[in-house]
Nanobody, 119 residues
Framework: QVQLVESGGGLVQAGGTLRLSCVSSGNTWVINDMAWYRQAPGKEREMVATITYGGNTNYADSVKGRATISRDVKYTCTLEMNELKLEDTGVYYC??????????????WGQGTQVTVSS
């Protein structure tokens, strides 16, 4: 099993900067891709940013140019976002997957960390 623990959420002013961290533990050797998702009140969970084991990144259009996802030592994942907007408010979840032969076999989620952007 893999455990993911997020930190860094809280109350941030619009226009400010956010830095979220996700630390993995357990069978971390199985982790391939890591990602950040978020869920705003009354909305579905959406992808914010992803990073492959090799470091390739992908961002949602809503955060492109404002967000940077990175991995340290492969199993710790960080999301930095600047120019925060009210619509960035939500619960942010760390996600990881295990792939075999190119197919996702298992997915792992953190408990989530609340981010609230105030005006």
């Amino acid at each position: 099993q893999v455990q993911l623990v997020e930190s860094g959420g809280g109350l941030v002013q619009a226009g400010g900067t956010l830095r979220l961290s996700c630390v993995s533990s357990g069978n971390t050797w199985v982790i391939n891709d890591m990602a950040w998702y978020r869920q705003a009140p009354g909305k579905e969970r959406e992808m914010v940013a992803t990073i492959t084991y090799g470091g390739n990144t992908n961002y949602a259009d809503s955060v492109k140019g404002r967000a940077t996802i990175s991995r340290d030592v492969k199993y710790t994942c960080t999301l930095e976002m600047n120019e925060l907007k009210l619509e960035d408010t939500g619960v942010y979840y760390c996600h990881a997957n295990y792939k075999a032969l190119g197919v996702v076999r298992e997915e792992y989620w953190g408990q989530g960390t609340q981010v609230t952007v105030s005006s």
